[in-house]
């Protein structure tokens, strides 16, 4: 399950803006990694990685039952070309060779928050399968996203390799320093190199709950999405009669908080990479919700909504001083990240594992640029983008709305003066008319040069007008236009 951390964003969002106030406090040690509880026999060093994963506890192993469905196949995203889950091993390969620790990448002017989700259930083990750095720097206003993959193979402190999603309930078994937030974190920190400063993590109940107070979100589904769900919530899952195929988009689709769940949490047609794509896709549309106006008056009965659901270290007293701040910000100001091929690759433990280890020089440079200020802003931030929907097809200029705040740019949305225009045109009005710019629009719009139009106007509406039409291909890869 990798959804159910993203309904604290919201929460979070409300806290970005001016943290500032109370300075970060750095860590001792760039690597704190030997925080062992008092009653911990001696560890290998991090150096030199357990290796035996015979030593791995069986509760935290234990496999779900599997669920059988019928081989009707779904549509791709025609951007994806989605990957397996399973990668063939590669030759020759000696995992212990590469878990030396992370540069530090984390500087004192950035706020990390870990967001995570977990089917928590009495009784039971859990694994934290939802997990989303989410690094604001309140002086500037940004916010990157780091989607985390659940079978990141690591070093867990005071234990040894294993994948991530492990490290929450080994820390909370066995007492570790800070219990399984305190370990995820250093476990963060020593092979991302990322400090986290605040922690949340909710389950399945407490997700559908904050959406439902809300009264639902509105999701910009850019890509048409199709997957198993459960034809009824309290259906009985190991049915098959009881899972039907269910397609959603392209369009601004609503979804109350089961539906967000589903789409977010599916991947029976896809893969966890794509899944950690429509997460973001749900964070962002929370935020969206949270930016009206009568949003901050349920705070409150947000933070009690969850409070049985939820386990963080943000009070209720902090989020509502710090609140009215995010209403400076928009989609346009967070940067979306992924922990993905060909960041890492997969290869197949001495048990028969398929887990994901990094190509560090690739992974190192994407969570540089994350987790630093964003260079291009200050040149895209004064451009100005108008976009009118020239199809029948509803919602169309937010889904390139979306495109746009995803590269960085601002955007409004005007009415078109017809919903018949055949083809896509991008106006240019500025009086610069810069081929470099014009270039990229077109190059992240996925248009023509045909599509452009120069025409050089002061007093324009706009810098830029985009229309709309029906050749337009809503469907995008959001992996490179952070900017």
């Not at 620790?101 to 039971?124: A, H, M, N």
């Not at 018949?420 to 081929?435: E, G, K, M, R, V």
Request: contains cysteine; charged residues 15%.
């Amino acid at each position: 399950m990798n959804s159910k951390g993203i309904a604290i964003l919201a929460l979070i969002m409300l806290v970005a803006c001016n943290h500032s106030s109370q300075p970060v406090q750095p860590y001792p040690t760039p690597y704190p990694y030997l925080t062992l509880p008092a009653d911990a026999t001696s560890t290998p060093t991090p150096f030199f990685p357990v290796e035996d994963l015979n030593q791995i506890y069986t509760f935290i192993i234990v496999q779900p039952s599997p669920i059988f469905f019928p081989p009707t196949p779904s549509p791709t995203p025609d951007y994806l070309s989605i990957l397996p889950d399973s990668i063939p091993p590669l030759p020759n390969f000696n995992p212990s060779s590469l878990y030396t620790p992370f540069p530090y990448i984390t500087d004192q002017e950035t706020v990390t928050y870990l967001l995570l989700g977990s089917d928590i259930r009495s009784g039971k083990s859990f694994r934290t399968d939802a997990m989303i750095i989410a690094a604001l720097r309140p002086r500037l206003g940004q916010i990157s996203l780091i989607s985390i993959p659940r079978d990141l193979w690591v070093y867990i402190p005071a234990w040894g390799m294993q994948r991530i999603n492990t490290a929450y309930l080994h820390g909370e078994l066995t007492q570790y320093t800070g219990g399984g937030p305190g370990l995820l974190k250093d476990t963060i920190l020593y092979n991302l190199g990322i400090r986290i400063d605040h922690t949340a993590l909710v389950d399945f109940n407490g997700f559908k709950r904050i959406l439902d107070t809300l009264g639902g979100i509105e999701v910009p589904v850019a890509c048409q999405y199709t997957d198993w769900r459960l034809i009824d919530p309290n259906a009985d899952p190991q049915i098959v009669n009881n899972w039907s195929l269910n397609s959603v988009g392209p369009g601004i689709i609503f979804m109350d908080g089961e539906m967000a769940l589903w789409y977010a949490r599916s991947r029976k047609k896809s893969s966890d990479f794509d899944r950690g794509r429509r997460q973001q896709e749900v964070l962002r549309a929370i935020f969206s919700k949270f930016l009206k106006a009568n949003s901050i008056t349920k705070i409150p009965q947000l933070y009690n909504e969850l409070s049985s659901s939820l386990n963080t270290d943000l009070s209720l007293s902090s989020i509502m001083e710090l609140a009215p701040f995010a209403f400076s910000l928009n989609n346009a100001d967070i940067r979306s990240y992924y922990i993905r091929p060909p960041l890492v690759f997969s290869w197949k433990t001495a048990q028969g594992a398929y887990v994901l280890s990094p190509s560090e020089l690739a992974l190192q440079a994407m969570l540089r640029e994350a987790m630093s200020p964003s260079q291009k802003k200050v040149e895209i931030e004064p451009v100005t983008i108008e976009i009118r929907n020239g199809t029948p097809n509803p919602g169309w200029d937010v889904l390139a709305g979306e495109r746009l705040n995803y590269a960085g740019y601002k955007i409004n949305l005007a009415a078109s003066d017809q919903n018949n225009y055949p083809t896509s045109l991008l106006y240019d009005f500025t009086q610069a008319q810069d081929p470099n710019k014009l270039a990229s629009l077109l190059a992240i719009l996925a248009l023509p040069q045909s599509a452009a139009v120069s025409l050089p106007q002061p007093g324009a509406p706009a810098d830029y007008i985009l229309i709309v039409g029906s050749d337009y291909k809503p469907c995008f890869n959001p992996v490179n236009l952070a900017p």
